[in-house]
């Protein structure tokens, strides 16, 4: 089966300055791998580079076996970018936000029958069903993050590219997460994920990936079997930093 995203010595650079020092990446249909790493180690450049958000400067990055300069077919991809960064302050309803994950594949026509269900499908399964038509605005910080994982899934995508799903989120809202994953991963949809901690996806992961300074300073397969990970799973405060300068990712 063709890989899904694949990342060969790939660099990429931001205000001049090399981020990518040459990743090998590979995501297969079905599989979920996760990106560790310190802060500024370049997971967040990574998956902008896969979403074509950052242009790469070498190497070769391919989605669904074109070069991604060339990939047009954006509908087969789902991505969930940092919270901070999308929806915030619009004053939409949920279901007007969730709604437009279909647009890719609408190409702006009005919603049918099937986009409907798809919207209706992708609230119930991140358990916003009954909050449809309430404005993202009132809605907590992991349901806002939901909202955003139910734009995305809305889409059907083939591969879900998510950037810290769980920061910042509450607990119910990171299991609604994880069992949203399973659902999708037993789709056979390929899943590509920015953590800071493994936390409660930790059973889902099949490789996880750890950047340091921009490079791939190890890669673990199945680190779900590894003894003694952590659950915990938040971005580390600023002293939590200064104490502990390597980040834990719960599998080192
Ligand atoms: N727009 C930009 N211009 C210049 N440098 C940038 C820009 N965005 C990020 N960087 C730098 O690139 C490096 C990698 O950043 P990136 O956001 O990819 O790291 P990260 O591993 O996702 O970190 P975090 O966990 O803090 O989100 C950092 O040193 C950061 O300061």
């Known amino acids: 089966m063709e890989t899904v995203i694949s990342l060969a010595k790939v660099t990429a650079e931001l205000g001049g300055r090399p981020v990518l020092r040459g990743i090998d990446l590979a995501v297969r249909p079905g599989e979920a791998v996760a990106l560790l790493g310190a802060n500024g180690s370049g997971k967040s450049t990574a998956v902008r580079a896969v979403v074509g958000q950052v242009p790469v400067t070498g190497g070769e990055l391919t989605l669904f076996g074109s070069p991604v300069r060339r990939f047009r077919d954006w509908a087969r991809v789902g991505y969930v970018p940092q919270r901070s960064t999308a929806a915030a302050g619009v004053p939409a309803t949920v279901r007007e936000v969730v709604s437009a994950g279909r647009l890719a594949r609408r190409r702006l026509r009005p919603l049918g029958r099937a986009d409907r269900a798809a919207v209706d499908r992708a609230l119930g399964l991140v358990g916003l069903a009954d909050r449809a038509a309430e404005s993202v605005n009132d809605l907590s910080g992991g349901q806002h993050q939901r909202v955003l994982i139910a734009r995305a899934l809305t889409g059907e995508p083939d591969v879900l590219i998510m950037d810290e799903p769980l920061a910042g989120v509450d607990l119910d809202s990171q299991q609604v997460l994880a069992d949203t994953l399973r659902e999708a991963l037993g789709r056979d949809v390929s899943v590509l994920l920015v953590l800071h901690e493994l936390g409660p996806l930790q059973p889902l992961i099949d490789r ?7 490079r791939v300073e190890r890669t673990v397969e199945r680190p779900g079997r590894l003894p003694g990970t952590q659950t915990a799973c938040h971005p580390p405060a600023a002293d939590e ?8 990712t719960g599998i080192l």
């Open 208 to 214: 996880a990936v750890v950047l340091a300074d921009g």
């Open 241 to 248: 930093l200064s104490a502990t300068p390597t980040l834990r």
